[in-house]
């Protein structure tokens, strides 16, 4: 399954609003034109050709090489819920760290599903330590997971995993380390295999694709603590896994949207991994360049690469600064989420994004 | 949002397979060009008067005026065991029509919730009455549900749902009543208030579109029985449809997929159901006039507009003829599932096929 790569690559049409969301994020040309191939049936060996290159592909985007690969239709918060009710069982004690919209929501999801949660809360746009962690897994009995969110993308504040999941395995072997990677795989460094990962689930953003797939790695431990339920349990991250083994899928697979994720893994593939993740570093640190110029302060303490939630200069309001971008310069940013809704400003500087970073720069 | 209508709209490029089988359907040129839109975020005006619009061609396409309408992320069966599990509790009585693969699916799905599953089991092929359904659920003690495959996919077999649903609500007055409308609303006259329905699910097949959103019309009876749980409970109907009574959609939008979903559901409606059924009525007719000239006979005994299920002549292989379709002259037709495994042909008559019957039956 070839695709076309038009060049160049990321520009808009005239008149098209520049999106420096982290979600919904833009979507290339040469994506839209992947998703626009023929379909093909698939339950056909012309399908597993496919899906067999995809899933290789996936394995070199989280650095995967002896991991499980799969994909399912649904999005992110799809993924991670799937993920949470597949490999825990109610009763099941795991840690959950929690900083943010989005981890406190798959602690809350866990909760609801029967799971014992113990929190490691900070308030947002803060991380806890790898020591806190791990003392906290160590203070479990009987864990059986971890939960951390890698880039927490309501604050933009930045776990460093490689160390957590060391401090973590160091005083729990066996436990299931499941990542929320959303805003990071593909954007800034990540080693599913080298840091010791059991899940990582990202969705369609660093993938440049419209929403609709969300991908899994999974490790031997993680894979093994799958179970199979009914054959009909689209909820089972076991079906589309163990189906992910002889490239098939276990439903009406999503093959227009997969062309479209294919497309982005091959193109990240093509670039190389540190080109990228370079691209993205440049892209931020011109951004915060800027910020520093013209009085913009960094709301997390540590913070990624791949997304900058900052507070506007004194005296200006972020609700107002967004409003004025979009209506003069076609520049759309997100705002702030719960707590800091309309005190912030959240840009992202992956995908196309990493492109138009000198548009947003010229008008702050 | 508006969308360009390329003529003409069918055609296919030259050798590109012509692909009739009842999924995953070929999309036209006009569906990808909407896709390729421009991504909009879901949380904005825009979008809701986007979606706004889209929902109010669905209750179109659903003869639906009086409905609550939401779509969501998955497939055709995920919407299903979403419904499921969200119209009824553990425990409660329901009766299930099961006479192919995808009715037994729901009945073990059903099940596996929990649920106390009366089921109406008829040979692969054939349909139970109305009398016979309503027999059954007046029955059922204290039963809350029904769930009714309108056209069996498996089999081509066609309930007769006006008779049934008139049937079963004489017997059961506040009965919940599921229909599995996906080869059937907006291939054939399907009249979800006219005829009392409770709950109609289709996905991606009849509206020409790539798989991964699921559209829901609910009645006033079966939305007063959906309950809150948790926000992040991406299998509680109650979420979708709750959002989407004010045009929102409850997590990240598939906002690219429903731009085509929009697309076709503004399609039909320009060129009315009454057409659209007349065209799908003549692409059966059509090919039934060949069966019966070539020595082709009908699998199923009360058969659709919108599916043949077939035999080949006599002493003629089905999958021989498939190889031989497809090799020689791109044409693709589906095959038989599980005890009709290799003796039939499925071949489809809506969306782009009713355009290729033509082509299908200068071969046969």
New interface residues.
């Given amino acids: 399954m070839s695709f076309m790569v038009s060049q160049p690559l990321f520009a808009?049409?005239a008149g098209?609003?520049i999106?420096l969301?982290p979600?919904?994020?833009?979507?290339p040309?040469f994506i839209?034109a992947a998703?626009?191939q023929?379909?093909?049936?698939?339950r056909t060996a012309a399908f597993r050709t496919f899906y067999r290159q995809l899933l290789d592909d996936l394995r070199y985007f989280f650095q995967a090489e002896n991991a499980h690969v799969c994909t399912m239709?649904?999005?992110?918060?799809?993924g991670m819920?799937v993920a949470i009710r597949s490999l825990f069982s109610d009763n099941d004690q795991i840690v959950v760290v929690t900083n943010g919209k989005f981890s406190e929501?798959?602690a809350?999801?866990a909760r609801?599903c029967g799971m014992s949660v113990a929190e490691v809360a900070k308030p947002w746009g803060e991380v806890p330590t790898a020591a806190e962690i791990a003392a906290a897994v160590a203070a479990t009995p009987n864990v059986k997971g971890v939960i951390i969110t890698h880039c927490e993308t309501s604050t933009g504040a930045l776990a460093d995993l490689e160390e957590i999941a060391f401090a973590v395995r160091r005083v729990a072997p066996d436990v299931v380390l499941l990542v929320d990677a959303m805003t990071t795989v593909g954007a800034i460094p990540f080693y599913f295999d080298a840091w010791g990962i059991d899940c990582a689930i990202t969705?369609q953003k660093t993938l440049m694709c419209?929403?609709?797939?969300v991908e899994f790695a999974l490790s031997d431990r993680a894979f093994a603590r799958l179970q199979p339920?009914?054959?009909?349990?689209?909820?089972n991250l076991f079906i589309y896994a163990i189906k992910a083994e002889t490239a098939n899928y276990p439903?009406?697979?999503?093959?227009?949207?997969l062309y479209g994720v294919a497309a982005g893994a091959a193109y990240l593939r093509k670039q190389s991994l540190p080109v990228i993740w370079n691209e993205v570093h440049a892209a931020a640190a011109q951004f915060r360049a800027t910020c520093q110029q013209r009085g913009y302060t960094h709301f997390p303490q540590q913070f990624s690469d791949s997304l900058s939630v900052v507070f506007p200069p004194a005296n200006v309001s972020a609700d107002t600064l967004r409003g004025t971008w979009e209506a003069e310069h076609g520049i759309?940013v997100s705002g702030g989420q719960e707590e800091i809704a309309g005190r912030v400003l959240r840009v992202a500087h992956f995908g196309v994004a990493a492109h138009n970073m000198a548009r947003l720069c010229a008008v702050m």
Same sequence: chains 1, 2.
């Fill in positions: 808009s049409a098209e609003p999106l969301m979600g919904p994020v833009p979507i040309a839209h998703i626009a023929p379909v093909i049936p698939h239709t649904g999005s992110g918060t799809y819920a929501r798959w809350g999801y609801s969705a419209p929403s609709g797939v339920t009914h054959e009909g349990d689209f909820t439903f009406t697979a999503p093959v227009n949207l759309i």
